[in-house]
């Protein structure tokens, strides 16, 4: 398949159903693209039908574009990740896979729009990340919760309010930041740089004042990022945990026991917030976000370090944290569940907490004069972790989910 015939293919997949999000190519299957959740088939002119294994290989191949690294992670490690740009300046986050010896992809949307803070109506407190000059703020969520975006609108509020040098380092570039009062480089894994360790290290010598890493993938990375949060940068980046407890839990668990206090205690130094997100179903259709917001205080670092107690948690000192603008993903599900976003069945599944969530549902019901009888049922029924999200952050605000 020349690069013009996927051109036009992923055009039409894109045009086909409003809300695209991702673009799905399997064996055995027709093409398909995923709106809202849902994976729906495209017919392509002239392509009728399910997908053969050869055309799916022709178009990884078209997408790869002959890197020589990326067939080697395909073939090494069973996968490889890339960017694929349209002629019309759209652009793909692109997945390529083995599964039973046949390539599948996936090629998520990517929004040619910078977002901000104010448009995807993120609260307010996060607007204090831009500011700081040092320390390290992590962003976490299962994949596909927005993370990239999160930190695309902080990257702008920087962009637009400071005179610094900004490195990122991505898997792929997602978003293309123009320069502002910022001095933007934007550096692509496998073009630009090998490992993120290689890219963190090489970027120390390359005087930047913000960098990106697109995530803590191993101790190396989160080593290097611990120093350059400890010489005067402010380093963001992402981690795939579930909330703010785990992702200290992540972190000290990197490294071997005899030197986990240390990475404790230089955590409790440089960490400045974690914001976790989930991605809720919406009522009337869609997503709606739920976001928890940690940032740092004695008691925090004292739980950073020390670990956390019967008598005290992370998820107590967020919850009691409100006059700082922090919020545990309980508090804000019940916002959303008061402000008729999200139904008791969603607020239930994705809660941290369901008996906390459960009561204030109650409460919220009795108020309405509704009858609560059922909630006790509903949460008995879910299963203990939160479903992962999987439709990108920007849609999810696109209807006003705020």
């Not at 703020?137 to 702008?156: E, H, M, N, Q, R």
């Not at 697109?214 to 611990?226: F, H, P, Q, S, Y």
Request: charged letters at 25%; glycine letters at 10%; proline letters at 4%.
């Amino acid at each position: 398949m020349s690069n013009a015939e996927l051109d036009q293919a992923l055009i039409a997949m894109l045009d086909a159903e409003p809300g695209v999000s991702d673009l799905n190519f399997t064996p055995g299957r027709p093409p398909q693209v995923e709106a809202s959740g849902k994976m729906k088939p495209v017919e392509l002119k002239g392509r009728a039908g399910a997908l053969s294994a050869e055309l799916t290989e022709r178009i990884a191949k078209a997408l790869m574009g002959g890197r020589d690294d990326l067939a080697s992670a395909l073939e090494e490690q069973g996968s490889c990740d890339c960017a694929y740009a349209l002629p019309d300046g759209r652009r793909f986050r692109v997945n390529i896979f083995s599964a039973r010896g046949k390539l599948s992809i996936v090629l998520r949307a990517l929004p040619t729009e910078i977002p901000t803070i104010s448009k995807l109506g993120l609260p307010p407190v996060l607007g204090q990340i831009a500011p700081l000059k040092n320390g390290l703020v992590l962003v976490t969520g299962a994949t596909g919760s927005g993370k990239s975006t999160t930190l695309a609108a902080v990257l702008d509020s920087i962009n637009d309010s400071r005179d610094v040098h900004v490195v990122t380092l991505e898997d792929p570039i997602e978003f293309v930041h123009p320069h502002k009062r910022a001095t933007m480089n934007q550096r692509e894994q496998g073009e630009d740089f090998g490992t993120f360790a290689q890219g963190l290290r090489a970027a120390l010598r390359q005087a930047p004042k913000v960098i990106l890493v697109g995530e803590m993938r191993d101790a190396e990375t989160v080593e290097i990022a611990l120093k350059a949060a400890e010489t005067g940068h402010l380093v963001l980046s992402t981690l795939h945990t579930i909330d703010a407890g785990q992702t200290i839990q992540r972190i000290a668990g990197m490294f071997d026991s005899k030197v986990e206090h240390l990475v404790r205690a230089r955590l409790a130094e440089t960490l400045r917030f974690v914001v976790g997100q989930r991605l809720l179903p919406k009522v009337g259709g869609g997503r709606v976000a739920a976001l928890e917001i940690m940032g740092t205080s004695l008691r925090i670092r004292e739980l950073v370090q020390k670990g956390e107690t019967d008598d005290d948690t992370f998820y107590a000192a967020i919850s009691e944290g409100r006059g700082y603008g922090w919020q545990t993903f309980d508090q804000h599900i019940i916002e959303h569940f008061e402000a008729d976003r999200v139904d008791a069945e969603s607020a239930l599944a994705y809660a941290s907490d369901r008996g906390i969530v459960g009561r204030a549902l109650d409460s919220i019901k009795a108020k309405r004069g509704i009858d609560t009888s059922s909630l006790g049922s509903l949460e008995m029924a879910r299963a203990k972790k939160p479903p992962s999200e999987t439709e990108d952050w920007k849609k999810a605000f696109a209807k006003g989910g705020k």
